[in-house]
């Protein structure tokens, strides 16, 4: 008979899921390990043991987040063969963080608490920022290459565009409590995108 138990999660893994939703929540100075051990039910010690610092944890979990990330991105590029169709995929990602898991992107909360957070994270929010332009610049580049994206369109550019509007899109829907005004922006700026191609 198979099992239907749940997969096994390994400690180290369940620090790094809590404390993803409390930094997506709370932002990096927002909890120390005493809140993750009282979620979890351990002892600050035990955090300690797979992670010394709090600086560890945030590479770690940034590091994660990036990869993840990566592996998400490659998945929608093979899944969706057109510009829009991964433009559209790509907003949807900030959206479901945003409306679904009731969080912000991981990075843009650390990016807001840059000035505070260890040498180690900044260069993992960095790291994710650089690779979210080169993946939208790639997808703005062949979408001019199929005559789908205007030939106007600067990439680079364009794609650091698209990617800050997502960022503050979703901080302004939460501070105003309407994650309409987040598709009003993720859809205007598809609009602006393709309106001449």
Same mark, same amino acid.
């Given at each position: 008979? *198979?099992?239907?138990?749940?997969?096994?999660?390994?400690? *180290?893994?369940? #620090? &790094?899921?809590?404390?993803?939703?409390?930094?997506?929540?709370?932002?990096?100075?927002?909890?120390?390990? !005493?809140? #993750?051990?009282?979620? #979890?039910?351990?002892?600050?010690?035990? #955090?300690?043991?797979?992670?010394?610092?709090?600086?560890?944890?945030?590479?770690?979990?940034?590091?994660?987040?990036?990869?993840?990330?990566?592996?998400? +991105?490659?998945?929608?590029?093979? !899944?969706?063969?057109? *510009?829009?169709?991964?433009?559209?995929?790509?907003?949807?990602?900030?959206?479901?963080? +945003? /409306?679904?898991?009731?969080?912000?992107?991981?990075?843009?909360? &650390?990016? @807001?608490?840059?000035?505070?957070?260890?040498?180690?994270?900044?260069?993992?929010?960095?790291?994710?920022?650089?690779?979210?332009?080169?993946?939208?610049?790639? /997808?703005?580049?062949? @979408?001019?290459?199929?005559?789908?994206?205007?030939?106007?369109?600067?990439?680079?550019?364009?794609?650091?565009?698209?990617?800050?509007?997502?960022?503050?899109?979703? +901080?302004?829907? !939460?501070?105003? @409590?309407?994650?309409?005004?987040?598709?009003?922006?993720?859809?205007?700026?598809?609009?602006?995108?393709? *309106?001449?191609?």
């Amino acid at each position: 008979m *198979a099992s239907t138990s749940e997969p096994v999660i390994s400690k *180290a893994d369940e #620090i &790094l899921m809590v404390s993803q939703k409390l930094i997506q929540t709370r932002g990096y100075n927002g909890f120390s390990y !005493r809140d #993750i051990a009282a979620l #979890i039910n351990i002892k600050s010690a035990s #955090i300690h043991y797979h992670f010394p610092t709090k600086g560890d944890l945030g590479r770690a979990l940034t590091a994660q987040y990036c990869d993840r990330f990566d592996q998400i +991105l490659q998945s929608l590029a093979s !899944r969706e063969t057109g *510009a829009r169709a991964r433009l559209e995929g790509y907003a949807a990602l900030f959206r479901d963080t +945003l /409306v679904e898991r009731k969080r912000l992107c991981l990075c843009g909360m &650390l990016a @807001g608490e840059v000035e505070t957070v260890p040498d180690e994270v900044k260069v993992e929010v960095a790291r994710f920022f650089k690779e979210q332009q080169v993946w939208l610049t790639q /997808v703005l580049q062949a @979408g001019i290459e199929a005559g789908e994206v205007s030939a106007s369109i600067n990439p680079e550019i364009w794609a650091t565009t698209f990617l800050a509007a997502l960022e503050g899109a979703m +901080l302004v829907s !939460r501070g105003l @409590g309407n994650h309409d005004h987040f598709d009003v922006v993720a859809n205007n700026l598809l609009e602006m995108v393709f *309106a001449e191609a």
